[in-house]
């Protein structure tokens, strides 16, 4: 079935950051058949491209963007056998919502996505960029994901081991200043979840216990869970509100940055930091003619620290709310990482504050924050 073009529509309608003018063409893809039959069609021009989901990560600048925007709007959620006793997998299409999914999964006690409950967005732009809150990350539950590849005639399935991912990272996403290690396109994605019914689970994690002020380690249930934390991002401006201005981002617009020990040193001790795990996996390989009784002793790699970037921010002396003389553009009231439109704000202004943002907290700590979402015809 072909792909249906439609009359391009302004993309400050069609993302949560409320930028961007019509592109030149948008086609819309209801089915797997219609996105392939899409890029096919758009890679043969050799015009510019890129698919648009929820909208939510993404960043657009105020030019029309020359080329072509492929809507995924495919959806559905299938159940499949897992190999793992207790255990269920389900695949969803890209264009499914990801709070769809939540919900599916905790209303039929399926467990392991609960707490990534209220992330806006789709199911596709989940492993992208691995998604994750209070802990919780789309790696832990993720099995393979289905794509096509930049060029290529039909989808693969590939296996999570294969992309890369790490902190908000995979080879499929594009960082600022560079691009995707592997461009293409996912077209569903298949998760492994504990079947716990109406048991609950024992929640262990500790960034997630301190978001749910849990004392003991008895079972509570993913409905509990999932109305705590929608409530938390509520309060947060993290849930996607019409009336809520702070809600009108792309989520956290920066990174927290990731420094080295020695780095992480350096800033006052009251910065909230967490140490990034280190890959326990490594192993050294000696070729058998060279091996004599004897391992080498491995030198321990400097390891690496997450620091909190909104506490950077508050600290460099820009605080919730913060704007700029006449700009519709500010910090959320509620959220020191959110840069929020209040209202006609164009891309400009929105990069201006965040630019102004990034000057600020390197001048105070050494550090430049790497914005978070996708950006298109905009430079920081």
């Not at 056998?81 to 890209?94: K, N, T």
């Not at 789309?138 to 794509?147: M, S």
């Not at 296996?159 to 461009?183: E, I």
């Not at 048991?199 to 993913?222: K, M, T």
Request: glycine share 10%; net charge negative.
């Amino acid at each position: 079935m072909a792909s249906r073009e439609v009359t391009p529509i302004p993309l400050r309608q069609l993302t949560t950051l409320r930028t961007g003018a019509a592109p030149e063409r948008m086609l819309d893809a209801g089915s797997t058949a219609e996105l392939v039959d899409a890029l096919h069609e758009v890679w043969a021009t050799g015009d510019e491209w890129f698919v648009l989901g929820g909208g939510s990560n993404l960043f657009v600048g105020d030019e029309p963007f020359e080329g072509a925007v492929i809507r995924i709007l495919t959806s559905g959620i299938e159940e499949l056998p897992s190999p793992h006793e207790g255990r269920i997998r389900l695949r969803a299409q890209a264009g499914h919502g990801w709070d769809d999914l939540v919900a599916y999964a905790v209303a039929r006690g399926y467990a392991g996505i609960e707490a990534m409950s209220g992330i806006p967005g789709t199911v596709g732009a989940a492993p992208v960029q691995n998604v994750g809150a209070y802990g919780q990350e789309i790696q832990e539950t993720l099995v393979e994901v289905e794509l096509i590849d930049e060029g290529a005639s039909a989808p693969v399935v590939v296996p999570a081991a294969d992309l890369g991912l790490g902190f908000r990272t995979s080879v499929l996403k594009h960082h600022y200043g560079g691009v995707p290690q592997r461009r293409a396109v996912i077209t569903s994605v298949t998760l492994d979840l504990a079947v716990t019914g109406d048991a609950g689970r024992v929640i262990r994690g500790e960034q997630l216990r301190r978001a749910l002020s849990l004392e003991g380690f008895d079972p509570v249930p993913l409905e509990w869970v999932r109305t705590r934390i929608l409530a938390t991002r509520a309060a947060k401006g993290m849930l996607l509100n019409e009336d809520d201005p702070d809600t009108h981002s792309a989520g956290s617009f920066f990174q927290n940055a990731i420094v080295p020990e020695h780095v992480a040193r350096t800033l006052p001790p009251e910065c909230p930091r967490w140490p990034v795990e280190p890959d326990l996996d490594t192993m050294t390989v000696i070729p058998l003619e060279n091996y004599y009784g004897l391992t080498p002793r491995a030198d321990r790699p400097e390891g690496l620290v997450k620091v909190s970037s909104a506490w950077l921010i508050e600290h460099s002396g820009i605080g919730k709310a913060f704007k700029l003389p006449r700009s519709r553009a500010s910090v959320s009231t509620k959220h020191a990482l959110a840069l929020t439109n209040r209202g006609g704000a164009n891309a400009a202004e929105l990069s201006e504050l965040a630019r102004f943002i990034q000057s600020r907290v390197h001048s105070e700590f050494g550090l430049l924050l790497q914005p978070e979402p996708v950006l298109v015809g905009v430079e920081l």
